[in-house]
């Protein structure tokens, strides 16, 4: 049976539990405190992750891994381990989210987190940066995080969220990167405002309808609408972005001609392929880009001599004719060409010596052509099975030339 003795002593512990639990609130704001707690409950590690080890709330939370306070508040929440491969959480995003008024940056690593982002986010007027890709979020983008006018960076790619894209996120003034791709959204892409946006991401949805010739601003450097159903022409608003040094286009049903002058802007990669762009393709000035691909489109015209200069090019599958020009000659014996994929046009000639050596490290592939004689040779394998065009489909185009020689085709046997 306890004494007297006995009940002092608890009651000094309780106590000392007591103040020290008002301490920790001294350090941290009780809304802060009380909002990472929910935040806590409402998410788990998954199996190989120890990232809530130090989540023990008789401590300071401002100690927390991926936690950090700026006076007593919580200015940033980085939730699970960042390290490569790590496993990541489960569960949900508590709603309590929006109670911490002052934060600044949100992100979760790749995981298990599901279900739709809390409404309340919008309630975190200060968020500059909210990532939470690769997990399993669900529903729609909600309208509100048009009030998040400070935020620049929104990552929700690789997720399973779906609808249309807010209008009100294309109103945020600071935005300069959005990466939405991954996802199922449906629908246009809205009016984007902000004149800082660098990196626009939306590969891998639904979306649809055209895009028009304001409605992207000129600072972007990365855009990516791969994978899409885009329709209509975008000559007038990819002129008018000089600054892209990346541009995929692919998969989609974007139509009409290609600008010549996208060809001077610092891209890296270009992508346009699997569209349905038409016309003749005119480059301003001479190609700088390692990788220009405008295969499977209704491009026609000559090949112009410009494109001889690109590491690796994928024409084919288009409607060019006439002679491959003289300078692609050039450039693939000095083995400055990596990838020459003409195949699946109707060009009639190709100017090369018989006894000049094509480079093992080059790859070519003219099949499928119009030049007399046939091309027989096998194209590399990842260019896919290709066949000789049909006399009577080449007569239909003009500009004869019969300068592919048979002992090109030999040595084109021996070394593709």
């Known amino acids: 049976m306890a004494g007297p003795r006995d009940f002092r002593l608890l009651g000094l512990l309780g106590l000392c539990f007591f103040q020290y639990n008002l301490l920790v609130l001294a350090i941290l704001n009780p809304v802060d405190f009380l909002a990472l707690q929910s935040i806590r ?37 980085n939730l699970g381990d960042p390290r490569a491969g790590s496993p990541g959480l489960s569960g949900r995003i508590d709603p309590a989210i929006g109670k911490l008024s002052s934060l600044a940056e949100l992100s979760v690593v790749p995981g298990r987190i599901f279900g739709a982002l809390p409404q309340t986010l919008s309630q975190l007027k200060n968020l500059r940066f909210l990532a939470i890709s690769r997990n399993y979020l669900s529903g729609q983008i909600p309208a509100s995080l048009g009030e998040l006018r400070s935020l620049r960076t929104l990552d929700l790619s690789f997720n399973q969220l779906a609808g249309e894209i807010p209008r009100t996120i294309g109103t945020l003034p600071e935005l300069t990167n959005v990466i939405l791709g991954h996802n199922r959204f449906t629908g246009p892409v809205p009016l984007f405002l902000s004149q800082t946006l660098a990196r626009l991401d939306l590969k891998h949805n639904d979306l649809s309808g055209s895009i028009g010739p304001d409605s992207l601003p000129p600072s972007l450097q990365y855009l990516s609408l791969s994978w899409n159903r885009f329709t209509g022409p975008v000559d007038r608003v990819l002129t008018r972005m000089n600054r892209l040094n990346y541009l995929d286009l692919s998969m989609n049903q974007f139509s009409g001609p290609i600008p010549g002058r996208i060809f001077t802007f610092p891209i890296n990669s270009l992508q346009m392929q699997r569209n349905q762009f038409s016309g003749p393709v005119q480059p301003a000035d001479q190609v700088t880009i390692q990788t220009v691909d405008l295969s499977y489109n209704r491009l026609s015209g000559q090949i112009p001599p410009m494109f001889s200069t690109v590491q690796n090019l994928y024409l084919n599958n288009n409607r060019f004719t006439g002679q491959v020009p003289g300078s692609f000659v050039d450039q693939l014996l000095a083995a400055s060409i990596q990838t020459l994929y003409l195949q699946h046009n109707y ?31 096998p194209c590399p394998l990842k260019s896919g099975k290709q066949k000789t065009r049909p006399t009577e489909q080449c007569n239909e185009w003009k500009g004869w030339g019969f300068d592919y020689t048979t002992d090109f085709v030999c040595k084109l046997s021996a070394l593709i």
Request: with cysteine; charged share 15%.
């Open 347 to 377: 060009l009639t000639g190709i100017q090369i010596n018989p006894t000049a050596e094509i480079p093992l490290s080059s790859s070519l592939c003219l099949q499928y052509n119009c030049m007399v004689p046939p091309v027989q040779t």
């Open 41 to 77: 409950k409402a998410l788990e590690d998954l199996p190989g992750s120890n990232f809530f080890a130090s989540w023990d709330f008789t401590s300071d939370p401002c100690n927390f891994a991926g936690v950090y306070c700026d006076s007593d508040k919580v200015i940033s929440l």
